[in-house]
């Protein structure tokens, strides 16, 4: 069956860099655009960004750019969050989801995602 497994959380100082992993597996991963989200305490899922199939293309919310940098490596079947210099504020749980539309028509629409990870803690604390 499909697996989505993130890892990488944990406990991260203001300022720091933390790298999250999504490794996928019992799916074609190439066939599928790869989105990251996040959910808060007591907020909803919010999208931070997409990959394309390919992992040549990435989309961002606008309120992430600049601050997390996705990348998607179709050869090891994982897809990566790499957080810059993150604040109390990105303390959530990280989720990634996989999708077969085509990324820019997936975006934010958490219908449109197939699979979903079981999320890893991120707490931004010092």
């Known amino acids: 069956q499909v697996q989505l497994v993130e890892s990488g959380g944990g406990l991260v100082q203001p300022g720091g860099s933390l790298r999250l992993s999504c490794a996928a597996s019992?799916?074609?991963?190439?066939?599928?655009?790869m989105g990251w989200f996040r959910q808060a305490p007591g907020k909803e899922r919010e999208f931070i960004g997409i990959?394309?199939?390919?992992?040549?293309?990435?989309r961002y919310a606008d309120s992430m750019m600049g601050r997390f940098t996705i990348t998607k490596d179709n050869a090891k079947n994982t897809m990566y969050l790499q957080m810059n210099s993150p604040t109390p504020e990105d303390t959530a749980v990280y989720y990634c989801?996989?999708?077969?539309?085509?990324?820019?028509?997936?975006?934010?629409?958490?219908?449109?995602?197939?699979?979903w990870g079981q999320g890893t803690q991120v707490t931004v604390s010092s």
């Open positions: 019992g799916l074609t991963f190439s066939r599928y655009a």
């Open positions: 990959a394309s199939r390919s992992g040549s293309s990435v």
């Open positions: 989801a996989a999708t077969t539309w085509d990324y820019y028509n997936a975006l934010d629409r958490q219908s449109r995602y197939d699979y």
